[in-house]
Every structure is written in structure tokens, then in C-alpha cells.
């Protein structure tokens, strides 16, 4: 089973919409519209991205905490029973998809 199928949101009956959208980006999977455009943490740690949807480019979403997405990931990485190397792939892909501020 691949990364993608792992964390399908198919699996987790109570993954909301936002989580899953959030899951795909980072994977660069297409599972909800829209679809996010490009995620960030702000300095002071907070979410905040720009969803895909043409008609609403330019508008920046509020998506909380970054802490909070982080404590959900990490719950969710746990019960998706991902393997060393899985982990270190989902590790690898949030680090390079989402724009980190808070160490400037």
C-alpha cells in the first residue's frame, strides 16, 4: 500500500474535509475542491494557504495552528501504521511543500 493509499481520507472516517485537503497537498494528491495552492506557517505559528480554485486566486484561507495540524498529523501518521521509511518520506514532503516562518 502506498503513502497516498495509507492516508486516504477513505480510511479515517473522521478526518474533516480541511484535514484532508491539507494531507493531499502535502502528498500531492487531488481529494477535495478545492484543492490547496500552496500552504504556510507564519511566524508567530500560525497555518495560513491559498486554495487551487481559479475564481479564488489571491485569497488566502486561515487554517489555524500550526501546532495543532502537527499534533493532528502526528496522530494520524501513528494510526495510518506507516513504516521508518514512510515517515521519513511524509517528513521529507512537509518539509518541502509547506513554507516554514517561524525560525525568521
Known sequence: MSLAEKLHPSRFTDMSPRMAAMVAFVIGES?????????SITSDGYLVGY????GMLGHSEFYGSADDLERNVH???DV???TDEERSQWDKLYTDRIEDWRHY
Open 31 to 39: 481529494w477535495t475542491m478545492p484543492e490547496i495552492g500552496s500552504l
Open 51 to 54: 486554495p487551487m480554485t481559479a
Open 75 to 77: 496522530n494520524l501518521l
Open 80 to 82: 495510518a501504521d506507516l
